[in-house]
Nanobody, 124 residues
């Protein structure tokens, strides 16, 4: 399974971005896909996961209402819609996948495949 993230960039505080995670080698509806983010010098933290049935599990309450995950089976991709971004959201964002699982995890060691990451910068 290969994952390719895209959509990162630089936005002002309060702005929005939509990140994409394109999968190959497996159908996305056969994958649990997690979104993680990492700031230099800090551990990679779980943002949310979209499970095989398409439901989302959040791993940070502060993100509820601002971040939304969705999946497009036809495009074999998963998306992370982020709005009202603040400086605390600046990080490299990664998607990760575990095939065949019906559940999700916020533990980065649970995932088998990773994308290369996409940078999100939030500054005025």
């Amino acid at each position: 399974v290969q994952l390719v993230e895209s959509g990162g960039g630089s936005v002002q505080p309060g702005g929005s971005l939509r990140l994409s995670c394109a999968a190959s080698g497996s159908r996305v509806d056969n994958l649990a896909i997690g979104w993680f983010r990492q700031v230099p010098g800090q551990e990679r933290e779980g943002v949310l996961c979209i499970n095989r049935s398409g439901g989302s599990v959040f791993y940070a309450d502060s993100l509820k209402g601002r971040f939304t995950a969705s999946r497009d089976n036809a495009r074999n991709a998963v998306y992370l819609e982020m709005k009202n971004l603040g400086p605390e959201d600046a990080a490299v964002y990664f998607c990760a996948a575990k095939p065949g699982s019906t559940v999700c995890s916020g533990n980065r060691f649970w995932y088998r495949y990773w994308g290369q990451g996409t940078q999100v910068t939030v500054s005025s």
